[in-house]
Nanobody, 120 residues
Framework: QVQLVESGGGLVQAGGSLRLSCAAS????????MGWYRQAPGKQRDLVAR???????NYADSVKGRFTISRDNPKNTVYLQMNSLKPEDTGVYSC??????????????WGQGTQVTVSS
């Protein structure tokens, strides 16, 4: 079983920055893609940014030019650098990873989520 542990959330003023980290632990043979999702109060969980094994990225339109996703493959870790934060960026940010784990079985794991609150 692959576990994901997120860190880096918190409270920040509008215009500020935060960096989220998500590390995968357990038996990991390879990770094909990692991503960050956001759930605002009363809304569904939506994709914020995603990066695959070829370092190809895609972003939600609302964060393009402000957020950057990156990964450290040897550490099985994905980062989300968030700049120029806006109050509408507030929500619970969850990490997702997909790949091959123990016995080369496919996994699709989620972290517990980390709260990001942007005050105006």
């Amino acid at each position: 079983q692959v576990q994901l542990v997120e860190s880096g959330g918190g409270l920040v003023q509008a215009g500020g920055s935060l960096r989220l980290s998500c590390a995968a632990s357990g038996t990991v043979f390879s990770i094909s893609a990692m991503g960050w999702y956001r759930q605002a109060p009363g809304k569904q969980r939506d994709l914020v940014a995603r990066i695959n094994s070829g370092n190809n990225t895609n972003y939600a339109d609302s964060v393009k030019g402000r957020f950057t996703i990156s990964r450290d493959n040897p550490k099985n870790t994905v980062y989300l650098q968030m700049n120029s934060l806006k109050p509408e960026d507030t929500g619970v940010y969850s990490c997702n990873a997909q790949g091959l784990g123990r016995g080369f079985r496919w996994f699709d794991s989620w972290g517990q989520g980390t709260q990001v609150t942007v005050s105006s």
